[in-house]
């Protein structure tokens, strides 16, 4: 099958994965794809510097999405999308990460087929790789993790979710938009058998400018997260590995201060 990049065709939707920030952490083919866009319709953590790689006359459309704040439902979304390419043009939807994890990208996908469109994906870093690698936090490690899991810490129904087994001993669980539920995740995840004095780290604005990597107890999460005023984006790790990680010892550091106070 021909590549949907072929700049003769017409009529299509580019889903691309724009990475975790750094414009330098884009694939070749996602600048190829946002060089031919017609429209672009992007997420609003997409860096400005690559949203400029698309011509200058290529229409631009944000569809930011915040906690509780959406500038438009997925169904709109979808809509939009669609009613660009019927009119022939090249539609890149360009989300951060890649769009298959936590991206929403597969609902995209299904509704442009269900309208009989042509779609290509172009998979991108994602946040927990490109985080983690600027950390030097290795996710899987020969001597202390083989496997990993990635969940969203704001999914509908978060207490109910089975997550038993993700974290643990020889395991790393990295969790996608989980700082505003940081305290209800560290609880769910002891209510689970997760030790208290399992690692984590937080890893905010990674590989983007004032990038932090800070490292705490599973117990003492929630309070550093405020403590340390953590914003979004970041993701949360939670496993031995992040012993390894290129982080500040948040938990060291408020134990030292809080026995200088007494």
Known sequence: MATLLDPHARGRVILVGAGPGDPGLLTVRAVEALK???????????????????????????VAKRRSRHTLPQESINTLIIAHVKTGAIVVRL??????????????????????????????????????????????????????????????????????GLAGKGRTLVIYMGVATAEAIADKLMADGVAPDMPVAVLERGTLPGARALRTLLADLGPMVGREQVQSPAVIVVGDVVQLADAEDKLGAWATAAEAMA
């Open 36 to 62: 031919s866009a017609d429209v672009v319709v992007h997420d609003g953590l997409v860096d400005e510097r690559v949203l400029a790689i698309a011509p200058a006359a290529a229409q631009r459309i944000s």
């Open 95 to 164: 989300k951060g990460g890649d769009p298959f994890i936590f991206g929403r990208g597969g609902e995209e996908v299904e509704a442009v087929r269900a309208a009989g469109l042509p779609v290509e994906v172009i998979p991108g870093v994602s946040a927990a790789l490109g985080c983690a690698a600027g950390a030097m936090l290795p996710l899987t490690h020969r001597d202390w993790s083989s496997a990993v899991s990635f969940v969203a810490g704001q999914c509908k129904g978060l207490t109910d979710q089975d997550w038993s």
